[in-house]
């Protein structure tokens, strides 16, 4: 009889567990406004998942990372590209560590800018002006994402100089700079136009004090 | 309701699935472990890409926990980083079943939220159903352990229904996760534009670090390529769920979901993704079906070596 009270059990929270999964990964709807924390808190950490893979808007630009290196001789070093090399080594075979290497760069850049459901609803409303910005700035310029942006930062500028100090292995390496080369694709109807130019966009980091991290090669 | 307790209660179901499954993410674990040893400082280490304190900050904000995070001296780093790799080779050869599965299972969440930024899509669903299986039995075919028992009686702890009604839920568990991905999937590529307009691939195979040059002249060259790409990949993912009711159905379901992930892996070159997700399809055949292939290819291989002989012979006596 408590077997059977346990299984019966196990199986009500096998479908509660399920109803929060669906409701987690539904897109964005009324019930989940309503009950987002209460869901989040459920799922979270140890059921997080988001299967937004490519859609519904698939990445189209390509980020170039470039980094250059001020020497402690005052010397500085021409633009490094962080990107290009581990993208022909992912193209000649799929089986090396740049496989993943090469996904780094994008997802740290990413995460710069990355907002959750609401947060992104909120910002939306603000940039079309139907809302105050300075009424919900407690969301959406909060210390967490600062904390969060600059942690991004710190990781690509580590990522560079891990890079950078590789390639200068016995120099005195003062500090360093990135930039990112955003170039948007070419849109499906002037793939046949020779003249077409693709929209570019740089971001540019600031100089940072260089920092031993340990070698990526 | 009793027809459910029953059929969930009386046997354990895709027992050879669930040991398949069990050897499939094993070696795509120790294949991640492996292929990133040169780097494990860099990606994982107390001073690597991310440094020790701001990953324990970030952890601790978002309720999080690795063991990583405990000691910030690379010899600890260097240890723990060891024994997972030990603990998946424990898992994939399924030596001490339920204990190396939890241990597993912890190391795994660890080394991936130690770094989250070279997971994919497939190392999230992994850790989701690698937690699921914690409560099925994967040691049942091709472990050291169902070799050991069949040495010696071993010693049934839980009781048989309790534990066969765990085991079935954790495989159901399994098959709705993963078809709850493919849905939520399917759904929001419907929402986006260039999936409707079919123009999709063409802007994902323009990103150097998703395509491969050959294939992408090969499928951009073609409208109706890109069609089949961008229609086929949310048809393969809405339908999925529901072929998989239906007995024969299933069969379509698991095809169109390995073409599209052989599609990926070699279109975009995402293969360790690919590989994770045809291998959770592993745990949708029943016993019985895995026999029947079983000896239909041993078979056919009889078959083909009895041919073999018979030509052999005929040769021989040719010559002669």
């Not at chain 1, 002006?129 to 991004?152: A, P, S, T």
């Not at chain 2, 590529?189 to 670090?209: F, H, R, S």
């Not at chain 2, 529901?242 to 299933?250: G, H």
């Amino acid at each position: 009889m408590l077997k059977k009270i346990i299984i019966i059990f196990s199986i009500i929270l096998f479908s509660i567990h399920f109803l929060f999964t669906a409701i987690y990964l539904a897109p964005f709807n009324p019930v989940k406004a309503k009950f987002g924390f209460i869901i989040n808190g459920y799922m979270e950490p140890l059921f997080s998942q988001n299967w937004r893979l490519f859609a519904p808007n698939p990445a189209s630009t390509n980020n170039q990372f470039l980094v250059r290196a001020e020497l402690a001789n005052g010397e500085t070093t021409e633009w490094i590209n962080l990107t290009s090399f581990m993208i022909e080594k992912n193209y000649k075979n799929r089986f090396t560590p740049y496989n993943r290497l090469v996904r780094i760069q994008r997802g740290a850049f990413t995460a710069l800018h990355q907002k959750d459901d609401i947060t992104m609803k909120l910002s939306e409303k603000v940039e079309e002006k139907k809302l105050n910005k300075e009424d919900f700035d407690y969301i959406l310029d909060n210390e967490m994402m600062k904390e969060q942006r600059e942690d991004g930062i710190d990781i690509l500028n580590r990522y560079a100089q891990s890079y950078v100090s590789s390639l200068y292995p016995g120099e005195d390496i003062a500090r360093t700079q990135l930039i990112v080369r955003q170039t948007e694709a070419t849109p499906y109807s002037e793939q046949s136009n020779p003249t077409f130019k693709n929209k570019t966009n740089i971001h540019e980091f600031e100089w940072r004090e260089f920092e031993k991290v340990s070698p990526v090669f | 309701m009793n027809k459910i307790y029953e059929k969930l209660s009386t046997q354990k179901h895709m027992l050879i699935g669930t040991s398949l499954i069990r050897i499939a993410f094993g070696l795509l674990i120790l294949y991640f472990y492996f292929i990133h040893y040169g780097q494990r400082r860099f990606l994982w280490g107390p001073n690597g890409m991310q440094d020790h304190e701001t990953l324990t900050k970030q952890l601790f904000t978002t309720n999080n926990f690795s063991i990583y995070q405990l000691n910030d001296s690379l010899l600890y780093f260097e240890i723990i980083f060891h024994i997972g790799v030990v603990i998946a080779f424990f898992f994939t050869i399924g030596f001490m079943g339920r204990l190396t599965a939890i241990l597993n299972f912890i190391f795994i969440w660890s080394l991936q939220h130690a770094n989250v930024l070279i997971l994919d899509g497939g190392d999230n669903v992994m850790r989701i159903i690698l937690f699921y299986l914690l409560f099925a039995n994967t040691t049942a075919f091709f472990s050291l352990d169902g070799y050991r028992r069949k040495q010696k009686v071993s010693s049934i702890t839980l009781s048989p229904s309790l534990s066969n009604a765990f085991h079935n839920l954790a495989v159901l568990a399994s098959i709705i996760q993963v078809s709850f991905m493919y849905l939520t999937s399917g759904m929001h590529k419907i929402m986006g534009e260039v999936w409707q307009n079919g123009t999709a691939l063409y802007y994902i195979l323009q990103v150097d670090e998703y395509t491969h040059p050959f294939f992408k002249e090969l499928v951009i060259s073609s409208d109706f390529l890109l069609l089949i790409g961008a229609y086929g990949a949310i048809f393969a993912q809405i339908t999925y769920p529901f072929l998989l009711f239906n007995r024969y159905t299933r069969y379509i379901a698991i095809f169109n979901i390995i073409a599209m992930h052989i599609g990926i892996a070699i279109v975009m070159g995402l293969f360790t993704f690919s590989a994770t997700m045809i291998s959770i399809q592993l745990v949708l055949l029943k016993n019985e079906e895995y026999e029947r292939a079983y000896t239909a290819v041993k078979r056919l291989l009889s078959k083909l070596r009895l041919r073999k002989g018979k030509q052999y012979e005929v040769e021989q006596i040719e010559q002669v």
